[in-house]
């Protein structure tokens, strides 16, 4: 395990390396942080405004639920997708050849679907990571150490598995 760790943080080094080198990588962070914020202002304002606007009732709370649900995905789904096209030029670049940010976003949209699960499960697990934790928080004595506890537990191993 400490190999894997020790080799994880080599590659950590040498792709902040590249990146530094390299500026036109940084362009993924900018896409997916104009994308995100077009998005979520898309998705949420008009709901938003309606909502200030009439003052609905509980039918509007489930409504305003699925509305945040809907965004959380469509966030998710951009990082991710941006987080591709990045790990792709970071791959062909260190192998020594040039991807240009063209070829890096056909490399994503070709593998559109997956990028899809994955956002839904990372959005999951993150809301479930959430829950936990305000659960956790509303408990007092040995419940909310064990679900701390938990949380920590549970976080630490998504962070392994999505790391390496």
Not at 52 to 77: I, K, N, Q, R
Not at 104 to 113: D, E, I, V
Not at 146 to 158: E, N, P, Q, S, T
Request: proline residues 3%; contains cysteine; hydrophobic residues 55%.
């Amino acid at each position: 395990m400490l190999a894997a760790i020790t080799r994880s943080w080599t590659l950590t080094r040498v792709t902040f390396g590249v990146i530094a080198r390299d500026k036109e990588l940084v362009l993924f962070s900018l896409l997916s942080g104009i994308c995100s914020l077009v998005l979520a202002a898309a998705i949420m304002g008009p709901r938003v405004a309606a909502r200030l606007a009439s003052g609905e009732g509980p039918v509007s709370e489930a409504l305003d639920w699925a509305f945040l649900a809907l965004t959380l995905f469509g966030l998710s789904a951009v990082t991710t997708f941006f987080n591709v096209c990045m790990a792709y030029t970071t791959k062909v670049r260190l192998a020594g050849e040039n991807a240009t940010p063209g070829q890096s976003l056909s490399f994503a949209l070709a593998r559109l679907p997956r990028v899809l699960q994955w956002a839904a499960l990372s959005m999951t697990v993150g809301l479930l990571l959430r829950v936990l934790e305000r659960v956790a928080g509303g408990l007092g004595g040995p419940g909310q150490l064990v679900l701390k506890a938990a949380h920590a537990l549970f976080g630490a191993a998504w962070t392994f598995l999505t790391l390496f």
